[in-house]
């Protein structure tokens, strides 16, 4: 095992049994960084859960995870006390993440019946039934033709609309439930001299999507805050940056209506040709949590082979 932080060094990781979060925390234990879990899982989920916990357990040198809610003030103030004692004097909080991924996936507004003409423009000119022709290209999209993707059936969306309240959960469990954990880090003085921050955005920042918008919404709130954290906490040695990853298999993008046709979308238009990997993002993650990094402040930065300039398609 590569050491490349010193022994007191701890990640504490929001939404660290899946996606971005897990893969960050492999990443850091390959480099000896101790581990703090936060997640929130049910029973039966915790049996793919615990096998990866498992291999965690055999790379870091110590692993502490917590299944609870991350949202709410009092679980967090129960896991920063324990985390403060099982720290003691030595150990300080060096990487921060929040990956946590809970939103509500809903439209705005209802869809105009018949907006998508090309399947049964195409079926019509085949002389085939338009259901017949999506269901193919159904198939062919999930075999890996990307180009088929206008053709399929459309996504299918929840039959209820975003309310304020819907932004208000969103908002506070992708955004700005970050700042609870960073002030609660920095009021028990958990912090090391060299700490960093990492939040996670997406091309939803500044794109719609349909049935995106509450996500978005809490993305960019993340976004803003982390450039106000780097900007107030950077004199006690905390550093806050965002990582914009490009599109990712994970649960939480397959929770999106459309995510297979999202997914065809960014494999067209990537230079590299594939999908962003968890692993992908958690390589930068530790590169900025290296010393040499330590000027790198406040930014947002793309993690994504190249998928957000890109402007031809395969």
Same mark, same amino acid.
């Given at each position: 095992?590569?050491?490349?932080?010193?022994?007191? %060094?701890? +990640?504490?990781? &929001? /939404?660290?049994? !899946?996606?971005?979060?897990?893969?960050? *925390?492999?990443? =850091?234990?390959?480099? #000896?960084?101790?581990?703090?879990?936060?997640?929130?899982?049910?029973?039966?989920?915790?049996?793919?859960?615990?096998?990866?916990?498992?291999?965690?357990?055999?790379?870091?040198?110590?692993?502490?995870?917590?299944?609870?809610?991350?949202?709410?003030?009092?679980?967090?103030?129960?896991?920063?006390?324990?985390?403060?004692?099982?720290?003691?004097?030595?150990?300080?909080?060096?990487?921060?993440?929040?990956?946590?991924?809970?939103?509500?996936?809903?439209?705005?507004?209802?869809?105009?019946?018949?907006?998508?003409?090309?399947?049964? %423009?195409? +079926?019509?000119? &085949? /002389?085939?039934? !338009?259901?017949?022709?999506?269901?193919? *290209?159904?198939? =062919?999209?999930?075999? #890996?033709?990307?180009?088929?993707?206008?053709?399929?059936?459309?996504?299918?969306?929840?039959?209820?609309?975003?309310?304020?309240?819907?932004?208000?959960?969103?908002?506070?469990?992708?955004?700005?439930?970050?700042?609870?954990?960073?002030?609660?880090?920095?009021?028990?003085?958990?912090?090391?001299?060299?700490?960093?921050?990492?939040?996670?955005?997406?091309?939803?920042?500044?794109?719609?999507?349909?049935?995106?918008?509450?996500?978005?919404?809490?993305?960019?709130?993340?976004?803003?805050?982390?450039?106000?954290?780097?900007?107030?906490?950077?004199?006690?040695?905390?550093?806050?940056?965002?990582?914009?990853?490009?599109?990712?298999?994970?649960?939480?993008?397959?929770?999106?209506?459309?995510?297979?046709?999202?997914?065809?979308?960014?494999?067209?238009?990537?230079?590299?040709?594939?999908?962003?990997?968890?692993?992908?993002?958690?390589?930068?993650?530790?590169?900025?949590?290296?010393?040499?990094?330590?000027?790198?402040?406040?930014?947002?930065?793309?993690?994504?082979?190249?998928?957000?300039?890109?402007?031809?398609?395969?």
């Amino acid at each position: 095992m590569a050491r490349d932080f010193p022994n007191d %060094s701890w +990640a504490l990781i &929001l /939404g660290g049994s !899946s996606g971005f979060g897990l893969a960050t *925390a492999q990443k =850091l234990a390959e480099h #000896g960084m101790n581990l703090l879990l936060v997640h929130r899982d049910r029973r039966g989920a915790m049996k793919k859960i615990e096998p990866e916990f498992e291999k965690l357990r055999g790379v870091a040198p110590s692993l502490k995870t917590w299944n609870t809610d991350a949202i709410s003030a009092d679980k967090r103030d129960e896991v920063l006390s324990e985390i403060a004692e099982m720290l003691g004097a030595q150990g300080r909080v060096r990487v921060l993440l929040h990956s946590i991924a809970f939103g509500n996936l809903k439209l705005i507004a209802p869809e105009k019946p018949g907006a998508r003409t090309a399947p049964a %423009s195409l +079926a019509a000119r &085949l /002389g085939v039934d !338009s259901s017949v022709l999506s269901q193919a *290209a159904d198939e =062919l999209l999930a075999e #890996g033709e990307d180009g088929l993707h206008t053709l399929t059936h459309p996504p299918v969306y929840p039959d209820r609309y975003l309310d304020e309240e819907d932004f208000g959960r969103t908002i506070l469990s992708m955004g700005t439930s970050l700042l609870g954990w960073v002030q609660g880090l920095f009021g028990r003085d958990l912090f090391a001299d060299d700490a960093r921050v990492f939040g996670l955005t997406s091309e939803g920042n500044a794109l719609a999507w349909k049935g995106y918008a509450a996500v978005s919404a809490a993305k960019v709130a993340l976004e803003s805050l982390g450039r106000s954290i780097a900007t107030e906490f950077a004199p006690h040695g905390i550093r806050c940056n965002i990582i914009q990853a490009g599109v990712t298999e994970t649960p939480a993008l397959a929770a999106i209506p459309g995510s297979d046709q999202l997914k065809a979308q960014a494999r067209l238009r990537n230079p590299g040709g594939r999908l962003t990997l968890p692993r992908d993002v958690a390589n930068v993650i530790y590169l900025l949590a290296l010393e040499e990094a330590a000027w790198i402040n406040g930014e947002v930065i793309r993690v994504d082979g190249g998928e957000h300039i890109s402007g031809a398609t395969r």
